[in-house]
């Protein structure tokens, strides 16, 4: 059974999680930043095997600070960014929190790459904080 679903700004992209997210994560890295146009990205992480997405996507490759390959996938329609994977993590896709429909559901545990932070975004100081990504 479905555990949630999401969809993208024009309702092209539609999508299904069959797992729980493994682990909520606010990021403040650049790449997030420029990829979703906020001033941090919120990521679910669940298996890649586990999520099924009707309607096309389109994506862009790019690498990260890492060196690894990271994957964007958006709506080629309305320019929604849903998902994306790490070519370091194999079978783990990352949702978008703001495409989640189960809005109860996105509750963060950590603030990573605090070290890339906008100064004036507030942080729930509950949460725990690391300067980068931890491996
Ligand atoms: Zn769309
Ligand atoms: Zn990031």
Known sequence: ???FSGKCLCGRVKY???SDPKAIFNCHCNDCRRATGSV???NLFVPENKVEIKGNVS???HTADSGSTMTKLFCPKCGSLLFGTNSA???VMSIRAGTVEQVDIIKPI????MS?????TPIDENL???PRMPS
């Open 116 to 120: 890339k932070k906008i100064p004036s």
């Open 128 to 130: 725990k904080q690391a």
């Open 1 to 3: 059974m479905s555990k």
């Open 40 to 42: 941090f990205g919120t």
């Open 89 to 91: 993590k194999p079978n």
């Open 110 to 113: 950590i603030n990573v790459f």
């Open 16 to 18: 299904q999680s069959y």
């Open 59 to 61: 994506s862009f490759t």
